[in-house]
């Protein structure tokens, strides 16, 4: 196999398992793989190395894609991302890629995916704030964000500036997750910790790129 160092895969929620000494360990469980390799791309054809694989089963595609997946001869899929490689010469065309290819028990995983959308936030949940006085004297307004700092000077708010708005729903990656174990049978990944989005959203995991130790 090439040197692949992300995959696809699907969240499907948290569990716990228990090592040798019957020590909890929580678990994030992902449905990896499998990826096909549907395009190979090169230095001297494209101007870098890259590999461009997909994953999922698609209802329906339209004509362009439906070629693109009929040139490779692989089923259309939902999802497709292209992926770094050092040596493109490693992967052919309509290759399947498991996700035991390419993690071991004990290695560093870190984890993109969309986080939960938490809709429009005030200032207390997006930030943090502590709020205003609470006793006497506020008149219903506890959760307020106060002054901003506009005045004659400089008679407009700064760019930045935090304030209430629309919060989550934004690409997250979390770093360092140890993998936990693999079921190579079912293709399930199982991470330590909590990865990014809710229940059946699409992630992409990858070999850590800053693991320490």
């Not at 050092?86 to 995983?109: H, L, N, Y």
């Not at 870190?110 to 704030?129: A, E, T």
């Not at 004297?137 to 959760?143: A, F, M, P, V």
Request: aromatic letters at 4%; glycine letters at 14%; proline letters at 4%.
């Amino acid at each position: 196999m090439g040197s692949l160092n992300g995959i696809l895969g699907t969240k499907l929620g948290m569990t716990q398992i228990f090592d040798d000494e019957a020590r909890s360990i929580p678990v994030t469980v992902v449905k990896a793989g499998p990826v096909q390799v549907v395009q190979i791309k090169t230095i001297a054809k494209d101007g870098y190395n890259a590999i461009q694989i997909s994953y999922g089963d698609a209802k329906s595609v339209n004509k362009p894609t439906a070629g693109h997946f009929a040139k490779a001869g692989v089923t259309p899929a939902d999802h497709l991302i292209e992926v770094k490689v050092e040596d493109p010469s490693e992967f052919s065309v309509g290759q399947e890629i498991k996700v035991e290819e390419m993690f071991e028990v004990g290695a560093k995983a870190d984890v993109s995916g969309v986080s939960k959308g938490k809709g429009f936030s005030g200032v207390m949940k997006r930030h943090n704030f502590s709020g205003q006085g609470a006793s006497h004297g506020n008149h219903k307004k506890h959760r307020a964000p106060g002054s901003i700092g506009a005045c004659a000077t400089p008679s407009r708010v700064f760019k930045g500036m935090r304030m209430a708005g629309r919060m989550g729903s934004e690409k997250v990656t979390t770093l360092n997750l140890v993998v936990a174990g693999i079921d190579a049978e079912r293709g399930l990944l199982l991470l330590n910790g909590s990865v990014p989005g809710p229940k059946g959203s699409v992630i992409f995991v990858r070999e850590a790129v800053k693991a320490h130790g």
